[in-house]
């Protein structure tokens, strides 16, 4: 949503569930049962995904140039 609360784009990402959403200048990273996607911040537009072998996303933290997620078990 823009600063008025109206909805800019929609994606459905490749996981089943999500629980992590993040953002910065330029993107939306949002964190899901098969991994983290990354998409335009205006245009929704998929930049990358990664999957982690590791398990799901169930959380995650960002610093200025950095992304974290914790991940559970598969």
Known sequence: CNIEGEKMWSQKSSGSAGWMVR??????????????DAY?????EKRWQKSLPEGPVLSG???????????GPR
């Open 40 to 44: 335009s911040l205006r245009s929704g």
């Open 61 to 71: 933290a960002q610093s200025r140039d950095m992304l974290f997620a914790a991940t």
């Open 23 to 36: 953002a910065d200048a330029s993107a939306i990273y949002h964190g899901h049962s098969a991994g983290i």
